[in-house]
């Protein structure tokens, strides 16, 4: 069994080396790929791209509160999930989500400059991956035994709501509708 103190440094390492990874990769491509950048909204309407900038600011915000639940409150009390998973399984989730997240902006300049089915088929797949594991994170955060009256645990819905958004909706099912290569 692993210890809750080696378990918060994994969890800590998976978060701080992700989130680079995540952060790297955006900044790389954005700066590196000027001439790309506007075609990222692919066909999105105009009218729709204040929503997308508004919910990424909320679902980065809502990022800070369900880890902190996680990390303050389902570890250090040894909250099962599903009755059965320990808190391996939220790092599981945490590194799926953020390595799906860290592949999007590479694949999708990859997409640009030399269109493929694999390519395309890889996308939608760091997509999927990443919108269904925010998915998970909620519903195992409703299918443990942490304490529901503790604010926090509300705190982690409110802020896993426009993560859901942002990677099960906007970025796994709108976007891919509306991005085609010309």
């Known amino acids: ?4 103190d080696r378990l918060r440094i994994i969890f800590f390492i998976v978060n701080v080396v992700g989130g680079i990874a995540v952060l790297g990769s955006y900044a790389h491509g954005l700066l590196t790929e000027v001439a790309l950048r506007p075609k990222l909204w692919g066909g999105v309407p105009e009218a729709w791209r204040p929503l997308y900038t508004i919910n990424m600011f ?3 915000g809502g990022y800070f509160f369900f880890t902190a639940h996680f990390l303050m409150r389902a570890l ?5 999930f599903f009755n059965r998973f320990g808190f ?8 799926a989500f953020l390595i799906s997240s860290a592949l ?5 300049f990859s997409m640009m400059k030399i269109p493929s ?18 998915v998970t994170l909620l519903v195992s955060l409703f299918a ?11 705190a982690a819905v409110a802020g ?11 970025d796994a099912v709108i976007w891919p509708r509306y991005f085609h290569v010309n």
């Open 144 to 154: 443990s035994n942490a304490e529901r009256s503790d604010w926090l645990f509300w």
């Open 76 to 80: 250090p009390s040894g909250t099962l």
């Open 117 to 134: 089915d694999g390519t395309w088929f890889a996308i939608r797949s760091v997509l999927t991956v990443t919108g269904i594991t925010s």
């Open 160 to 170: 896993l709501t426009p993560f859901i958004i942002q990677t099960a909706i906007l």
């Open 104 to 108: 999007w902006m590479p694949l999708t």
């Open 1 to 4: 069994m692993v210890t809750t």
């Open 58 to 60: 909320l679902a980065a």
């Open 88 to 95: 391996e399984w939220i790092i599981f989730l945490y590194a």
